[in-house]
């Protein structure tokens, strides 16, 4: 599996834009990258997923670099429900399709 | 809210006691999942199964006792539990195991085991 480096945490003001970067540099061309956050206590929600393009939905926009050794979500208006920890994962499926959770990176919205 | 549901969402239990884990997904998935998290770890997969069929059981000790009887349900059985089994148990599914899916995870049962 490629392995991704996220920082511990971060800070972000409520209402601005909060980008969250994610280092995969070992991944492969048919690897995914998908982020996932977690809410205090509750179960891991998935938010976006890409291979080569950057993508958006109506959560946030996930940016890959040209050469995919990293990536950035962007959560555009953080808002204090965003406060969570927010898990970057390469995935590759076939037979290997689990998901892989690390520590993440813990983003903090302040008022 | 995402179509997976867990109960109990909380259980407290004895070393000797047995107990059961349900979980139920209304999305039509094929694929349901155990996780546990434990206090400052990442989520650990247990088990996996698909139609149905358990496909992955990632070393977990035997009084974890899973069970899929159709792709909607999931129970995880326990018996003679250990204090640090005391965590987060998640359920997730998804459409299938294959490649690019994503996973709904329920609320999760928090386990203390005294």
């Known amino acids: 599996d490629a392995k991704t480096t996220q920082p511990t945490s971060m800070d972000c003001a409520e209402g601005r834009a909060a980008n969250l970067p994610c280092n995969h540099s070992t991944i492969s061309g048919n690897e995914y990258v998908y982020w996932y956050r977690q809410i205090h206590s509750q179960g891991p929600q998935y938010i976006i997923h890409?291979?080569?393009n950057n993508e958006t939905n109506e959560m946030a926009s996930l940016i890959i670099t040209e050469d995919r050794k990293s990536s950035t979500l962007i959560l555009p208006h953080a808002t204090l429900r965003d406060t969570a920890v927010y898990y970057c994962i390469v995935y590759s499926g076939g037979s290997n399709y689990k998901l892989t959770f690390g520590k993440g990176t813990l983003l903090t919205v302040n008022p | 809210e995402t179509g997976v549901t867990q109960t109990p969402r909380h259980l407290v239990m004895g070393m000797t006691n047995k107990k059961s884990l349900k979980c139920e997904q209304h999305l039509g998935h094929n694929a349901m999942y155990w996780y546990k998290q434990s206090a400052k770890k990442p989520l650990e997969l247990m088990f996996v199964y698909n139609f149905k069929e358990q496909t992955e059981n990632n070393s977990v000790p035997s009084r974890f006792s899973p069970e899929c009887p159709n792709s909607s349900h999931l129970f995880l059985h326990l018996h003679t539990l250990q204090p640090e089994d005391s965590a987060l148990y998640l359920c997730?599914?998804?459409?299938?195991?294959?490649?690019?899916?994503?996973?709904?995870f329920g609320p999760g049962t928090r386990l203390t085991v005294l």
């Open positions: 890409g291979l080569k």
């Open positions: 997730a599914s998804s459409q299938d195991q294959r490649e690019g899916r994503e996973q709904f």
